[in-house]
């Protein structure tokens, strides 16, 4: 497979980081990148452990069809969800954007994730035996996930 570059080539002090095909739902991670964009990086990060802790829920926009509601949710998007796989293999990306900018020299407090996407990623075959010697494709479906951290106040 060829190399997969950033969707964004940002100017000035900028951190990136991308993780490479997470065996994570492709749903879920949208979701959880949407509700990042804007975030200061500890913040995120402070948001991203409670989802795995199951105190802060996600709030689901786009796919929202039967998702119950959740107490604490901003008004107006009653509907959300714990995904706490998608959120702890996001978490790794977001430390490593972080550790990124330490290296750069920039200042770890001023840091905003200013760009946060998913990407599908490769579809990897499977197949799950079924009885009188039938078979059944269950594939995995991968997704890569990148994030771009702007220095900001």
């Known amino acids: 497979m060829g190399r997969l ?26 979701e959880i990148c949407l509700a990042l964009r ?4 500890s913040q995120g990060q402070q948001f991203l452990e409670e989802v795995i802790a199951l105190r802060k829920a996600v709030p689901f926009r786009r796919y929202a069809r039967n998702v119950a509601h959740k107490p604490g949710m901003t008004t107006g ?6 995904p706490q796989k998608a959120a702890r ?9 972080v550790a990124n900018a ?8 001023k840091l905003r994730i200013g760009f946060a996407n998913t990407k599908k990623g490769r ?11 039938r078979a059944t494709p ?3 479906e991968t997704v890569s996930v990148e994030l ?4 900001g106040v």
């Open 77 to 82: 998007w009653p509907a959300g969800r714990y």
């Open 5 to 30: 570059n950033y969707s964004i080539n940002p100017g000035g002090r900028s951190s990136r980081a991308m993780g490479h095909e997470l065996h994570i739902s492709q749903k879920h991670a949208r």
């Open 148 to 151: 771009i951290l702007t220095e």
């Open 123 to 133: 579809t990897l075959p499977g197949w799950m035996p079924r009885a009188m010697g």
């Open 38 to 41: 804007g975030m200061k990086a």
């Open 138 to 140: 269950k594939n995995t």
């Open 102 to 109: 330490e290296y750069k020299g920039m200042e770890a407090e």
């Open 89 to 97: 293999e996001i978490l790794v990306v977001l430390k490593n954007a």
